[in-house]
């Protein structure tokens, strides 16, 4: 295993905790009445335990595995991931006030041309895409109410 699985397992295993932390303070509800921290939890309790397991493997595999292509132990794609917490934090903090439908366009397009890295014609494409597929599946399909933010004079009526 390399070094950057430990890395990457421990800071997905704080992560998790978090959400798992913030999505009990949300309410849990139930089964049958779910609260609105109850996707947060379980998906912070599902991502905890798979980076646990991720970190506990690398330490048991030994952490001298290869080093990244630029010599440094977490290799060139862990520079990316402060950057990619920073769009989250940014995106968690704007959400009520700009509105999921164009934050989540802009943190898409983000992603894309960060992680790995897209044209901005697909970046664009993709970003809009998915936006507005969640949005159709969940906000009218299933009645899941998304912030609006600035679009609340369209979106609302």
Do not use: N
């Amino acid at each position: 295993m390399r070094p950057s699985d430990i890395g990457t397992g421990l800071l997905g295993l704080g992560l998790g905790l978090w959400l798992v932390y913030e999505g009990r303070d949300m309410g849990l509800g139930d089964l049958h009445e779910p609260g609105s921290g109850f996707i947060l939890f379980w998906v912070g309790a599902l991502m905890a335990a798979l980076s646990a397991l991720l970190a506990g493997s690398a330490v048991l595999a030994g952490a001298g595995g290869a080093a990244g292509a630029d010599g440094s132990p977490f290799g060139e794609r862990w520079r990316r991931v402060p950057l990619v917490l920073a769009y989250l934090v940014v995106y968690c903090a704007l959400l009520e006030a700009v509105g999921f439908i164009l934050l989540t366009i802009a943190l898409l397009f983000l992603l894309f041309r960060t992680v790995d890295p897209q044209s901005w014609t697909k970046a664009v494409l993709y970003s809009v895409a998915i936006t507005l597929a969640v949005y159709v599946l969940f906000g009218v399909g299933l009645g899941t109410q998304f912030p609006a933010g600035l679009l609340e004079p369209l979106l609302v009526g």
